[in-house]
């Protein structure tokens, strides 16, 4: 061989290499596949690319967001998050969310992002517009401002950093492009279900309105198809989904827990009365209407019940066992197997050590309250209040004070006085 | 004569340093766009923002805008010594070897600069992974000219005493280990920099392949960092490089451990072990910056140490490459 024959072999090895490492593809936003393919919800494959197409129509692509006008977004916002990051002529940030987040959260905002593994805990899962740290009542949405918080401040004690140093036009962009993603996995949640429980197969029938046989003389079948540009029932059924989405987000500045004034203390720098009411709330925390013992142990350590999850876990736990029970349908099975191995290992929910002082969702007093009154949406913590606005709660708001008190004082006082720490039952503990 | 000659090869050898001491900060400044993710501060190259290199206002910038052009002004200082390298060389040394491979890492930085300025045209995150594994490569041929015009290369070879015994040969072997192992660890941590940003489904498998695989080679560069310190000392080999080698492995375990903090906290052994942190980290604040950057300017530092070292041991055993008569055959083996 020549050398300017083994030389342009060589290049072209190298420019191969190169070209297919290289990631030229468009991004694409992916469906839920646990979903698509749980006992729950089973979707044929030609029913999931037609929920891909809707999703598409409704919300554009990662590079190209789009956002419906009854959604309410700020498509501006969302097109400053979205695509891949580069900055203009002006210095103005675009590609935020590639930039920032989705290394952890994933394009498709589902937690799986590439570092997700390693992270403790897993980063939040958008598509069920589920979030942990927020204001308003358990089932209800985060506002805004809740978002912002998590977003300005971090979350202690996880992989969550703080993202003070951004312009506050670039978390505002960052907060819209969250809420995007969130009503989008949402969307594809209610178009599963509409299409599992609304959808399916009908017979075919013959010109004069007559079943067709199949070669064994069943009557043949085919799938009824997610069209909704040419389907107006279809198209009335996922706007009504989509307002009600919308809803839940509009509605969250109205779930916002307000706590009454004269049940806050006013004076926290009265020792004597701080005291008293953190003696309170000692006793709300090991008796048996707020039990916060059952979890958080006795030492508050987190050391009491490990064994439980939250509902992200939870679902992947639940799919896990069904695919090692069941295969399911043959035309799910090998599928079903796919997406449990991509599945990262499932964790249970640690309680809080609340002798740290590190408290995630925030640890001014108000943050402590809302944790109490609304509990951790989506994880084991119960909340003490009301569920909604006008029901009935477990504790009173000024027995939730005390509690919070007692919380305060618990990084100062001395752990070995109650009782040992237990250990953590590494048999229940994945 | 020899006197004549010792100045003009001493010019060489002063700009080969000139050379490598500005490609140094072009490799920490290089992983500080990386950092800071300012890769795509402009969408344009050659160009800035429309203004020839030069032209554009630098100092008036800020942000990513002043971090991803300093970077390229830098590339510029740089590529402009090396042609400045190539004539020295060709002018004033007399081996041909030499001047050929200074002609290499004249077309080294072209393609390192054309390969950074594809990395924007595309806008291609693996390009600009493989742009951060060459960058590191590029700088060990920079040390590796310092190492071949220094006077004491001359000297060696004039006088050469050295026999090579076996255990000479196993710290050559060691040393050459070191390197390519270093060389090995900076590219899969530039996988490691550069994965979580594809957009591919890979991704996540490339990331955890190379998170495990980065720790794995830390080890194996520790193991091997200590057994060079312990055969130079058996083979009465200086061992002042080695120490020095080895304090570089060291501060990079810490810093290691320390960018894996920053960026991502604690991991779940770790906290359930030491506690959790108590703060959250401040993404892209000046700590993390300096933290990561560092981890990536020390690692291409123990790259050129070890050649160094490694170079350095093939002239005293007069082994290999430096004992053929021919050019090409050097230089190739070499490269």
């Known amino acids: 061989m020549n050398h300017g024959l083994r030389s342009s072999c060589l290049l072209g090895s190298l420019v191969a290499v190169v070209t297919l490492g290289c990631d030229f593809q468009t991004p694409e936003f992916h469906l839920n596949m646990v979903q698509m393919v749980s006992d729950a919800t089973p979707t044929p494959k030609p029913y999931q690319e037609q929920i891909a197409d809707v999703l598409g129509g409704m919300f554009g692509t990662p590079d190209e967001p789009f956002a419906l006008p009854e959604t ?137 309105g007559d079943p067709v046989l199949n070669e064994d003389g069943e009557p043949k079948t085919e799938l009824i198809p997610l069209d909704p540009e040419n389907d107006e029932e279809q198209r009335a059924a996922i706007t009504e989904m989509l307002a009600e989405i919308v809803e839940g987000w509009n509605e969250a500045n109205e779930q916002i827990i307000v706590p009454t004034e004269e ?165 229940l503990v994945n | 004569m020899t006197t004549s000659r010792t100045t003009r090869n001493s010019i060489v050898h002063l700009w080969a340093w000139g050379l490598a001491c500005a490609t140094f900060p072009l490799i920490w400044w290089g992983g500080l766009v990386t950092t800071t993710g300012a ?14 290199m030069p032209f554009y206002p630098w100092l008036n910038s800020t942000g990513e805008k002043f971090i991803e052009h300093g970077h390229r002004l830098l590339g510029m200082i740089v590529g402009l010594q090396a042609i400045g390298l190539v004539g020295i060389t060709w002018k004033k040394e007399p081996r041909n070897w030499v001047r050929m491979f200074s002609v290499a890492i004249l077309i080294g930085v072209i393609l390192q600069g054309t390969l950074g300025g594809m990395r924007v045209v595309f806008d291609e995150r693996t390009l600009a992974l493989i742009h951060g594994c060459t960058g590191p490569l590029f700088f060990a041929m920079c040390v590796a000219m310092v190492v071949f015009t220094s006077r004491w290369w001359r000297d060696t070879q004039a006088n050469s005493e050295f026999q090579s015994s076996s255990q000479q040969m196993k710290y050559f072997r060691l040393a050459i280990l070191t390197t390519i192992l270093a060389y090995l660890q900076l590219v899969v941590g530039a996988v490691v920099r550069h994965s979580p940003h594809l957009t591919h489904q890979s991704a996540s498998a490339m990331f955890q392949a190379a998170v495990y695989l980065h720790i794995l080679l830390a080890f194996a560069i520790i193991v091997h960092g200590l057994l060079l310190l312990w055969q130079a000392s ?102």
């Open chain 2, 39 to 52: 890769g795509m501060a402009f969408r344009d190259w050659f160009t800035s923002d429309g203004y020839l």
């Open chain 1, 72 to 208: 309410g977004l700020d498509i501006r916002r969302l097109k400053m998050a979205a695509g891949p990051a580069w900055t203009d002529e002006k210095g103005a940030a675009f590609g935020l969310y590639r930039q920032h987040c989705s290394h952890c959260h994933g394009i498709d905002g589902d937690g799986q992002g590439p570092t997700a593994l390693f992270l403790n805990p897993y980063p939040r899962d958008y598509r069920q517009g589920v979030y942990k740290f927020k204001s308003t009542y358990n089932p209800a949405k985060p506002t805004d401002e809740d978002l912002h918080r998590v977003l300005v401040n971090g979350i202690p004690g996880s992989a969550m950093p703080s993202f003070s140093l951004l312009a506050s036009a670039e978390i505002e962009a960052l907060i819209e492009y969250v809420k995007y993603l969130s009503m989008r996995g949402q969307m594809e949640t209610a178009l599963t279900n509409y299409v599992y429980n609304d959808l399916g197969e009908e017979e075919v029938l013959d010109e004069n």
């Open chain 1, 263 to 427: 049940d806050i203390p006013t004076d926290v720098t009265d020792m004597k009365k701080f005291a008293e009411s953190a003696a309170k709330g000692r006793e709300l925390f090991y008796g048996t209407r707020a039990n916060c013992v059952k979890c958080h142990g006795p030492t508050g350590l987190g050391d009491g019940q490990q064994d439980d999850y939250d509902i992200w876990n939870k679902a992947h736990l639940q799919f896990l066992e069904s695919v090692a029970n069941d295969s399911g349908e043959p035309q799910f099975a090998s599928i079903r197997e796919e997406v449990a191995e991509s599945l990262y290992p499932v964790r249970n929910a640690i309680p809080r050590n609340l002798r740290l002082g590190v408290y995630r969702g925030g640890n001014r007093r108000i943050d402590i309250f809302w944790r109490i009154y609304a509990g951790i949406a989506g994880t084991p913590m119960p909340g003490s209040g009301p569920a909604s606005p006008g029901a009935q709660g477990t504790l009173t708001e000024e027995e939730m004070w005390n509690i919070v008190d007692y919380v305060l004082s618990l990084p100062y006082e001395d752990a070995s006085q109650p009782q040992k720490a237990l250990p953590i039952n590494v048999e």
């Open chain 2, 234 to 335: 058996r083979c009465h080999f200086p061992t002042e490089r080695c120490w020095f080698l080895a304090i570089l492995i060291g501060m990079q375990i810490v810093l290691g451990a320390s960018t894996w903090i920053v960026k991502y906290g604690l991991p779940r052994w770790a906290s359930q072990t030491f506690g959790e942190l108590t703060v959250a980290n401040t993404a892209d604040n000046a700590f993390q910056a300096i933290i990561v950057t560092s981890h990536v300017a020390v690692g291409s530092l123990i790259l050129v140490t070890a050649l160094a070292i490694a170079l350095r041991t093939a002239r005293q055993l007069s082994f290999g490459v430096f004992a053929v008569d021919s050019a090409p055959s050097r230089l190739g083996a070499v490269l």
